[in-house]
T-cell receptor
Framework: QQQVKQSPQSLIVQKGGISIINCAYENTAFDYFPWYQQFPGKGPALLIAIRPDVSEKKEGRFTISFNKSAKQFSLHIMDSQPGDSATYFCAPSGGSNYKLTFGKGTLLTVNP | KAGVTQTPRYLIKTRGQQVTLSCSPISGHRSVSWYQQTPGQGLQFLFEYFSETQRNKGNFPGRFSGRQFSNSRSEMNVSTLELGDSALYLC??????????FGPGTRLTVT
């Protein structure tokens, strides 16, 4: 049973473009919705996270949009830069189960 | 503040051996989680500890175990290693559970 479905698996955008990564979940007990960024040879780094009481959160060029009824949330990267090239993971959690449930990841490549 | 540190960074073991990995969380963090990352299965949750208590455990065989000490440092142990245990083992720390900060991982290779 795949609780978290992340799409697309890979994404190529041009510098300055918008990158959009989606995450669909099944567990309605999830109450914390983070996105992680991972560079090769490094551990994942928390990028941005949202709670279900708001529909959108913006931090710099990164925005999370949350749709509770559709059980989906997405990451938008505005003005994408080559330095954003990395693998991105959604990892919702909640229900006091104390674990992040990771999506399969999206490999983002930003061409200069 | 220093980040999460994991030792050793790289490890090569033989099938049947056991291994212990160590994680030192960020100062002040009381929650430590462990994850296994492989190309095929992605990132999978192993266990989470808070103030020396295991609050959750993932779907891994009993060969995988862990513990947390009073200073919040944590160790995980894998006994009777199998080839399929080759992976990057990641430790993450946080103050309560949310906003987890990951270490660089320990790359375990089983031959």
């Amino acid at each position: 049973q795949q609780q978290v479905k992340q799409s697309p698996q890979s994404l190529i955008v041009q510098k300055g473009g918008i990158s959009i990564i989606n995450c669909a979940y099944e567990n309605t007990a999830f109450d914390y919705f983070p996105w992680y960024q991972q560079f090769p040879g490094k551990g994942p780094a928390l990028l941005i996270a949202i709670r279900p009481d708001v529909s959108e959160k913006k931090e710099g060029r990164f925005t999370i949009s949350f749709n509770k009824s559709a059980k989906q949330f997405s990451l938008h990267i505005m003005d994408s830069q080559p330095g954003d090239s990395a693998t991105y993971f959604c990892a919702p959690s909640g229900g006091s189960n104390y674990k992040l449930t990771f999506g399969k990841g999206t490999l983002l490549t930003v061409n200069p | 503040k220093a980040g999460v540190t994991q030792t050793p960074r790289y490890l090569i073991k033989t099938r049947g051996q056991q291994v212990t990995l160590s994680c030192s969380p960020i100062s002040g963090h009381r929650s430590v989680s462990w994850y296994q990352q492989t190309p095929g299965q992605g990132l999978q949750f192993l266990f989470e500890y808070f103030s020396e208590t295991q609050r959750n455990k993932g779907n891994f065989p009993g060969r995988f175990s862990g513990r947390q000490f009073s200073n919040s440092r944590s160790e995980m142990n894998v006994s009777t290693l199998e080839l399929g245990d080759s992976a990057l083992y990641l430790c993450a720390s946080s103050q309560s559970f949310y906003e987890q900060y990951f270490g660089p991982g320990t790359r375990l290779t089983v031959t």
